[in-house]
């Protein structure tokens, strides 16, 4: 077997081995450029359908389609040499079956080159993940606060704040686990319940708003560089992209409305017939 190209990611397999060492670091990326600027500091970059929301204006994430997922899991790949690349599968493209699951997540394997899906749901989804798994996809699973489902939740809202939503969310989370997902996603879960899970499954939690107890954390990128109008209470601000963004371009309408953007340093002379310019610059 020839390889064309050295690149050696992240896979699968080694984040599952993480489980309970060195927290496991991720963060969302749906571009090259961000995914490249990501790719040397995380584990894996996770292309979220959250992108419906962030970076197409829809109100959730349910309008996505396998389409878009796919073109920015394109994306993602080109830009990372690292990072273990995991798409999520949208909302209709895994429910129905464990084959029009197969099908789905085997077209975004080969048509982005990712090394991982994800689909949200716990018990239900346990015999789908089976299926994939035993036929070569990887699967990390999502529990807790399952935004696909925000139609029959009622809104986004924080998962295990009372003790008698506890054992399903337990049940779930031991599901997946024993069905073979390499990882699960715990999104805004009260901290105690968190812990719980963490201590009583043999995979690696990834804790969106569900506390330090989970084995790694993972961030939609755009929340935590301060680019998002609004954000979860879980979120930490580390950076103020937004008002660098908005400051850079108001430098330069300022400039171009003033004629001192562009200046001789950006602009092309004429060539002399020797080929030098004209005159300096
Ligand atoms: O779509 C997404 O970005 C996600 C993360 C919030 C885990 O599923």
């Known amino acids: 077997m020839s390889i064309q190209k050295q690149v050696r990611r992240t896979t699968a397999p080694e984040i599952l081995a993480r489980k309970g060492g060195e927290p496991i670091v991720s963060l969302t990326a749906y571009h090259a450029h961000t995914a490249a600027l990501a790719d040397p500091h995380v584990d894996f970059l996770l292309v979220g359908d959250s992108l419906g929301m962030v970076m197409h204006g829809y109100e959730s994430t349910v309008p996505v389609p396998l389409e878009l997922m796919i073109m920015h899991g394109k994306a993602v790949v080109r830009g990372s040499t690292q990072a273990l690349v995991v798409v999520d599968m949208p909302f209709g493209t895994y429910e129905e079956s464990p084959s029009v699951a197969f099908r789905n997540a085997a077209q975004v394997m080969k048509e982005t ?19 994939l ?51 699960v996603v715990l999104e805004a879960m009260a901290e105690p319940l968190a812990a719980r899970i963490t201590d009583a499954i043999a995979i690696p939690t990834i804790g969106i708003g569900a506390s330090a107890q989970c084995d790694g954390q993972i961030l939609v990128m755009e929340d935590m560089l301060g680019l998002s109008p609004r954000v979860p209470k879980f979120v930490k601000e580390f950076g103020n992209v937004g008002a660098a963004i908005e400051g850079a371009i108001k430098a330069y309408s300022k400039e171009v409305r003033a004629r001192t953007f562009p200046e001789q340093a950006h602009t092309y002379a004429l060539k002399s017939e020797s080929g030098k310019p004209k005159s300096k610059g």
């Open 133 to 183: 798994v035993q036929r070569g996809i990887p699967v990390m699973a999502h529990i807790g606060l399952t935004p696909q489902s925000i139609n029959v939740l009622g809104g986004f809202k924080t998962q295990g704040r009372t003790k008698d939503q506890w054992q399903l969310i337990e049940e779930d989370a031991v599901a997946v686990s024993e069905a073979g997902a390499f990882s």
């Open 113 to 131: 080159d990712c090394g991982a899906v994800k689909l949200e749901g716990g018990a239900r989804m346990a015999e789908t993940i089976d299926y």
